[in-house]
């Protein structure tokens, strides 16, 4: 999926534990990003370089 934008969420050990759908733009990828840190109560985000 070529010029599309995800997100990985990593368990504490470094393990993916989940990947986010495909958006369209960056900020729509980190807003999907956001609400999974808002169900997640306390989590950290850590952007990764592109």
Known sequence: ???KFRF???AGNGEI???G??????A????GCA?????ADGATV???GS
């Open 1 to 3: 999926m070529a010029g």
């Open 8 to 10: 990985r969420l990593k």
């Open 17 to 19: 534990v989940a990947v």
């Open 21 to 26: 759908e495909a958006y369209d733009t960056q």
């Open 28 to 31: 729509a990828a980190k807003e």
């Open 35 to 39: 609400a999974v840190q808002r169900a």
């Open 46 to 48: 850590v952007e990764a």
